[in-house]
């Protein structure tokens, strides 16, 4: 079998542009209001996401240099990019299709010139040679990196002081209760759709934050925030065959038996603020509660 980040890559190589065909550039859950029960068209309630996060992790007012950490095909990127005119931004993905798409986006929306999107694996920046930033954004993409508490380490020495991280990521519910093997079995099963190594509780993302030197950790659960995208992606699926089979739902599972997954799991949308040592995060997720 394939490792972990080959599975990734192919996954993304291969269904984004049908993700794109039908959703767009932004490859994240919508946020529907604190209670999940805004009606909003779905594309406007993704870039309601990127700004609710920003304003709930505290995102800084001037930034000058960002890092987009799993950029897709820059979605984030290019709105932080408007956000923060003044700006330089780097947006890493493993997929080339998404980088090659990513940099036809900012050529199109102008940003050409201050935001660079490229195919690397996060774990491969290095602050000394790719220099360090006001800002991580890191939305949707944490899950599929398997050592947190590098991920952290390498956040931390990537920002500069005074800086922040901005984290969305998929977790399980805290424990205890401990998951039952039903429940193990449930999430192995999303692991496997999404190709994601195992997922750890928020309070466990958390505690890795603060080991890497981030203080002031503060996490909060968005599941019903974002609740209503699950439906709408699942709707999709089922209208676009050639979507489900792509892997935009997962290997091998049609749209259904994804739904059936996510409905048995329980869907949650968590976010977390850390502080460091002059440096300060904002950590977001989106939670799998086993409920
Ligand atoms: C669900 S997509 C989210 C994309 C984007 N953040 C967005 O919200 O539109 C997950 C992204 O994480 C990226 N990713 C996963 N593991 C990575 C790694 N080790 N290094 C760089 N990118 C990674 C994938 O290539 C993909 O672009």
């Known amino acids: 079998m394939a490792g972990l980040n080959e ?6 190589d291969q269904s984004t542009p049908l993700w794109l065909d039908t959703w767009g550039e932004q490859m994240h859950h919508g946020y529907y209001g604190p209670d999940g029960r805004r009606k909003t068209d779905h594309k406007q309630a993704q870039l309601d996401m990127i700004e609710a996060l920003l304003q709930w992790g505290g995102a800084p007012q001037e930034v000058g240099s960002f890092l987009d950490a799993g950029c897709g095909v820059g979605g984030s990127s290019r709105y932080l990019a408007k956000r923060y005119a003044d700006a330089t931004g780097l947006g890493v993905t493993l997929s080339p299709v998404q980088a090659e798409r990513g940099r036809d986006y900012n050529r199109l929306a102008g940003v050409a010139d201050r935001l660079r999107i490229v195919a690397k694996d996060v774990y491969t920046l290095d602050p000394a040679t790719d220099g360090t930033y006001d800002l991580i954004w890191s939305m949707e993409s944490a899950e599929h990196m398997a050592d947190k508490q590098g991920l952290f380490d390498l956040f931390f020495s990537l920002l500069n002081p005074g800086g922040r991280l901005v984290m969305a990521t998929w977790c399980h519910r805290p424990e205890p209760p401990y998951l039952s093997p039903g429940d193990q079995y ?13 997922l750890v509780s928020v309070p466990t993302l958390g505690a890795a934050a603060g080991a890497s030197g981030f203080e002031a950790v503060q996490t909060d659960d968005w599941s019903a925030a ?23 739902f997962g290997g091998g599972y049609d749209a259904g038996g994804v739904g ?5 799991a329980g869907v949650c949308y968590g976010g977390y603020t850390v502080r460091g040592h002059g440096c300060a995060a904002a950590l977001g997720g989106t939670n799998f509660s086993l409920r």
């Not at 974002?226 to 935009?248: C, D, M, Y």
């Not at 059936?260 to 048995?264: G, K, L, P, R, S």
């Open 7 to 12: 599975r990734i890559r192919a996954f993304y």
């Open 186 to 198: 449930t999430l192995q099963q999303i692991c496997k759709l999404y190709h994601l190594p195992p």
């Open 226 to 248: 974002v609740e209503p995208f699950w439906g709408a992606v699942i709707r999709s699926g089922l209208r676009s065959p050639q979507l489900a089979r792509a892997g935009a």
């Open 260 to 264: 059936d997954a996510v409905h048995a």
